[in-house]
């Protein structure tokens, strides 16, 4: 049993977990050991399905259930051809909380509801927020430009007052977060609590390679860059020579690798051309990327499994918060979320004193 529960807010409340500490949904790194590891320390885990065929979906929520007693959430692609199947898996197997990159649709959210299930998207600027809340969603993250994987470029001190303001349901902040300091902070603003990737990546609970830790651990404060070439969306990851060089190589020298890529990901995920195909045109429609961008996009996820799962930087891209120049251990998810609300109780303890 970890820490008792020290602070009380919003999102603990609707969700039912102890501390108000969120693991992101990372593609290829929150499987069943970091999200029940997560669950199991009083957070709320968060399982990532984009890289997971709707059958390894379910065993994976399986999996986490035999881990764990406590509630969990999974990370869908709104815009996945097979998202109402994957919501139905949801509902099926009683998962507690359902996150979204993108926004889902308003039938899609009151769906989940009708079942329970709390819907929390992730939200880049104020008016999304206010659309998602108006469709009925229960809480929004946001995730300011510090963050890693698909960032923007506003930073989270400003991006979360902007998004405080403009709605009235729980607000957890993700950006930039690694220790108590930060939770205080965010609660200070006003969040109902923080989401955590990178600090999360960095546990004895994650399933990364430990070469692929210590690499990680290797990098100070200008570790990372954002770069559009993996594909054409803005993706802060460690610097490596070979994002370097990814960089500095044009789009037709690309396109040979990528469409290798592609068949790849058309093999792992059992997807048929058909399938695959208005995958890419649901994706397109829902994030108004060009076709250009959506050759690249094949890039992604065979480019993050390279790096996460099999380790090898010299073919694979590491998605990377700027939190990963302060961070110089492997905690456990219990000592990590321990230490988090530890500090975080005693910060906001001591600025009491600054009240007249």
Known sequence: MSTEQLLRTPLSDLVGIRHPVVQTGMGWVAGPSLVGGTANAGGLGILASATMSLEELEQAIIAVKRRTDQP????????AGDARQRVDLLIEHGVKVASFALAP?????????????VVMPSVGAPRHAEKVAA?????????GGEGGGHTGSVPTTLLLPSVLDAVNIPVVAAGGFFDGRGLAAALSYGAAGIGMGTRFLLTKDSAVPDAVKRLYLSHDVNGTVVTDKVDGMPHRMLRTR????????????????????TLKFKKLSGMSW??????????????????????LAANTPMM????????????GVLAAGQVVGVLDDLPTCEELIDRVVTEAAECLRQTQKYAL
């Open 72 to 79: 969990f959430g999974v990370n869908l692609r709104a815009d």
């Open 105 to 117: 649709k308003k039938e899609l959210i009151a769906k989940l509801k009708d079942h329970g299930i």
């Open 135 to 143: 469709w009925g969603a229960d809480a929004v993250m946001v995730q």
């Open 242 to 261: 070979f994002v370097e060089e990814l960089q500095e190589t044009s789009i037709l020298k690309r396109l040979g690798p990528t469409i290798r890529r």
């Open 274 to 295: 058909r399938e695959l195909a208005a995958d890419g045109r649901s994706m397109k429609h829902g994030s108004g990327r060009s076709w250009a961008q959506m050759v």
């Open 304 to 315: 993050l499994k390279a790096g996460l799962v099999e380790g090898d930087t010299n073919a």
